[in-house]
């Protein structure tokens, strides 16, 4: 292997540091140890939605020198498998020469990723980043987004702190056996899976419940422990079959790249054992109640890790530096909400005197608003709780979103409204109503075509606006009125698919 590194593509294009070329040996030491047969090479797509490529140990062996290469085809996919974009077009549909045809992409470990699939015996995994085969970063890569805001943070020499609070459903398989109706086709999904609530709910925070529960979690909590993740609780929450995970703060390139193997281990280890786990934001049926994302974050030195939104005193809860990181999050949440809020069936969790927000608003320990700040006076694990995203967005997408709207607010100087004391009674913007909405928002967003380039966000709206095409025809097709409830077409995108 070190005779090849010289030339080969990852030292060609200066793709890894020296802890990503000390730990290729370590991962190969660990795969004889483990008795590691396969590794899966993971990415992450736009949809949120794990990609994988499995390889021998042999072949493991030249990816650490010259990546792996695959093919853009599912980069021109929606979440349903519909093609959105003529791939065999001059420009690949997108006016990028680049993606003329369907072009081979190169994937390259991010070996600090490299953990054992401990529900797959003998498996391993790496999550991946995309290039050109010119070495240049591949244009619609999430992780690619992340670590571009990321760079902005440490060159004023801040690091971003990330807690993961994730609400999802879990839901007893009912047969052991896919039916025809199952089966999905060509952008179109077929039937969700029969199956009931795993605990009858609307108990909040019973222990009794939480016991029908418990063989499952146990076996998460034990899966989530081995893959370092950091896990602090699992509750019941208030729906049938609803369950609460909450992690440790880490760093926001990690908290990302966990949330991404969180969800996919999840929905994994449930299935082995005849589980369901489901995170779709307002699933159809008896007892199900909606999910949401909090996003918790803060800003740390990155010399001593003191955490600047700490206030050293007076009456604020946030210092100076975290008003202007919050007014910053409240003046571009319009225009961003479609990263935090990707698909249709989200907007329904936007109501009044809910758990969740319907406007932009924002006050100190208050469940109501958008924006709920944490801590206080000499507190070190003061933050700011982001209550509008929900478990299927991309986590890459939806902290890059959050971290570069709290920057333009710090850069701008900006200073928040007052605190929003009744929040559903507040003059404050009201959050748009449909995933329509938020990608009209989104088109006339100059802040986030200059955060994350106008390819990306050009590419971002035709993906997400084919699957509100895809959910219209729905409606005008079968005659449902959307105001109705959860419609058909939402189950069967969103239920078993995230």
Request: aromatic share 10%; net charge negative; with cysteine.
């Amino acid at each position: 292997m070190h005779s090849e590194q010289g030339t080969g593509f990852i030292v060609r294009h200066g793709l890894w540091d020296t802890h990503q070329h000390d730990l290729a040996a370590v991962s190969l030491k660990r795969i004889q140890a483990e008795q590691i047969s396969l590794i899966r090479l993971i990415w992450c797509d736009t949809h949120g939605i794990t990609r994988a490529k499995t390889v021998t140990v042999e072949a493991f062996e030249s990816v650490l020198v010259n990546g792996y290469s695959i093919g853009a085809g599912s980069w021109s996919l929606d979440a349903s498998g519909g093609r959105v974009f003529e791939t065999f077009t001059a420009g690949g549909g997108m006016g990028l020469a680049e993606m003329t045809g369907s072009p081979n992409l190169v994937l390259v470990p991010d070996l600090t990723s490299f953990r054992l699939a401990s529900w797959a015996p003998g498996v391993a995994m790496v999550v991946c980043d995309d290039y050109f085969r010119d070495g240049r970063p591949f244009y619609f890569s999430p992780r690619h987004i992340l670590r571009k805001t990321l760079d902005v943070l440490a060159e004023r020499g801040l690091t971003a702190l990330i807690g993961l609070e994730v609400e999802w459903t879990l839901m007893r398989l009912s047969q052991d056996t896919m039916t025809a109706d199952e089966v999905n086709g060509p952008g179109r999904r077929g039937a969700p899976p029969h199956c009931v609530p795993a605990e009858p709910g609307f108990s909040y925070d019973s222990e009794t419940n939480m016991d029908r529960v418990q063989p499952i979690l146990s076996i998460l909590a034990k899966h989530y422990s081995d893959l370092g993740l950091g896990m602090r609780s699992l509750d019941n929450e208030l729906g049938a079959g609803q369950i609460e995970c909450t992690f440790m703060p880490k760093s926001a390139w990690e908290a990302a790249t966990d949330y991404l193997i969180f969800r996919s281990a999840t929905r994994q280890i449930c299935h082995r054992h005849g589980y369901l786990a489901s995170f779709m934001t307002f699933p159809d049926g008896v007892g199900l109640f909606p999910s949401g994302w909090h996003l918790h974050l803060s800003l740390t030195e990155t010399t001593t890790g003191k955490n600047l939104f700490m206030p050293e005193g007076g009456t604020h809860s946030l210092s100076s530096l975290g008003l202007n990181f919050l007014a910053g999050q409240l003046r571009h949440a319009e225009e961003g909400i479609a990263f935090a809020t990707p698909s249709v069936n989200g907007y329904r969790r936007f109501r009044m005197n809910s758990l969740a927000p319907d406007r932009v608003s924002w006050n100190v320990q208050h469940r109501g608003v958008m924006l709920r700040v944490l801590g206080g006076v000499q507190d070190p694990a003061s933050r700011i709780e982001n209550r509008v995203g929900e478990p299927c967005a991309n986590p890459y997408l939806f902290i890059a979103a959050q971290i570069a709207a709290g920057l333009d607010g710090i850069e701008q100087n900006l200073a928040p409204w007052e605190p929003d004391d009744n929040p559903y009674q507040s003059d404050r913007p009201m959050l748009p109503k449909s995933l329509r909405d938020a990608l009209d928002g989104l088109e006339k967003s100059s802040f986030y075509r200059t955060a994350f380039g106008d390819i990306y966000i050009a590419y971002f709206l035709r993906m997400k606006r084919a699957e509100v095409i895809r959910y219209e025809a729905s409606l005008k097709e079968s005659g449902i009125d959307p105001k109705s409830g959860v419609t058909p077409w939402e189950m069967r995108e969103y239920f078993d698919a995230f």
